[in-house]
């Protein structure tokens, strides 16, 4: 399970802290480690803060965007230290492990963590399917981002225990499609957007919050691929009625 685990880091600032993120993975064994547009690196800070896990540092993915960071996981969660305008699920760093422990093993998870001063964009974290928050003293309430990713790389190093140990037969059975990729999430709600303003039910001139609250709805499901793809169908048959191009199907 563990491996399927992705810590994304975007635009951090100072290079000892993705050392020490890095450091902090290899810990609990995680190993994917992706940065986001960093200010610098490779740098021998990071390195030397990494002590001995320079080999996730070497292995780090560079991207550009937080969009080609997550473009093929199936589920991305956002951290967030604050509350934000408009509600959004969220749960503790142990609640996401629970989250986690019920996908299927194939599922790629992304976690989010964003710039040391100010975190993720309210952009960034409508792209997750969920948010995460550490509980802190509300006095002193400021963590460091390596201090984050291990509290949260500990809660899923435990569920990884929890799942090697032998247990009762479980009942049920597993959810049997795989879930839908971040790019193809952002294809439906590219062709959501451009349907509603079709059918005139979304000014653009005047969207308010709409794909906000849209986004909210579709990503608090985490839909999996075949129904993304009934969406989609849906939202060509709209286009047809009304004559309107259909968008690219991806």
Same mark, same amino acid.
């Given at each position: 399970?563990?491996?399927? %685990?992705?810590?994304?880091?975007?635009?951090?600032?100072?290079?000892?802290?993705?050392?020490?993120?890095?450091?902090?993975? *290899?810990?609990?064994?995680?190993?994917?480690?992706?940065?986001?547009?960093?200010?610098?690196?490779?740098?021998?800070?990071?390195?030397?803060?990494? @002590?001995?896990?320079?080999? %996730?540092?070497?292995?780090?993915?560079?991207?550009?965007?937080?969009?080609?960071? %997550?473009?093929?996981?199936?589920?991305?969660? !956002?951290? @967030?230290?604050?509350?934000?305008?408009?509600?959004?699920?969220?749960?503790? &760093?142990?609640?996401?492990?629970?989250?986690?422990?019920?996908?299927? &093993?194939?599922?790629?998870?992304?976690?989010?963590?964003?710039?040391?001063?100010? !975190?993720?964009?309210?952009?960034?974290?409508?792209?997750?399917?969920?948010?995460?928050? %550490?509980?802190?003293?509300?006095?002193?309430?400021?963590?460091?981002?390596?201090?984050?990713?291990?509290?949260?790389?500990?809660?899923?190093?435990?569920?990884?225990?929890?799942?090697?140990?032998?247990?009762?037969? *479980?009942? !049920?059975?597993?959810?049997?499609?795989?879930?839908?990729?971040? *790019?193809?999430?952002?294809?439906?709600?590219?062709?959501?957007?451009?349907?509603?303003?079709?059918?005139?039910?979304?000014?653009?001139?005047?969207?308010?919050?709409?794909?906000?609250?849209?986004?909210?709805?579709?990503?608090?499901?985490?839909?999996? *691929?075949?129904?993304?793809?009934?969406?989609?169908?849906?939202?060509?048959?709209?286009?047809?009625?009304?004559?309107?191009?259909?968008?690219?199907?991806?």
């Amino acid at each position: 399970m563990l491996d399927q %685990i992705r810590i994304i880091l975007v635009n951090t600032t100072h290079p000892g802290n993705i050392g020490a993120v890095a450091r902090a993975m *290899k810990n609990m064994g995680l190993a994917d480690l992706c940065l986001v547009a960093p200010k610098r690196f490779p740098d021998p800070e990071a390195d030397a803060r990494a @002590s001995g896990a320079t080999d %996730i540092l070497a292995a780090a993915t560079l991207v550009d965007t937080l969009e080609d960071a %997550i473009a093929d996981c199936h589920l991305v969660v !956002g951290t @967030s230290a604050r509350g934000r305008h408009i509600p959004w699920p969220i749960m503790n &760093p142990r609640e996401l492990a629970g989250v986690v422990g019920k996908v299927a &093993p194939d599922t790629r998870v992304a976690i989010v963590f964003g710039r040391e001063d100010r !975190g993720l964009t309210n952009e960034e974290l409508h792209r997750c399917h969920h948010h995460v928050q %550490i509980p802190t003293n509300p006095d002193f309430s400021s963590l460091n981002v390596a201090a984050a990713v291990q509290v949260i790389a500990y809660e899923l190093r435990m569920l990884q225990e929890s799942l090697d140990e032998p247990s009762a037969p *479980k009942w !049920g059975t597993q959810w049997d499609i795989e879930l839908a990729q971040a *790019k193809e999430l952002e294809l439906l709600f590219e062709h959501l957007e451009k349907t509603l303003v079709e059918i005139e039910f979304l000014d653009p001139e005047n969207p308010r919050q709409l794909m906000t609250r849209m986004r909210r709805l579709f990503l608090r499901a985490v839909p999996d *691929k075949v129904e993304v793809n009934v969406l989609r169908g849906i939202l060509r048959s709209v286009d047809e009625k009304v004559g309107a191009d259909h968008p690219k199907k991806g």
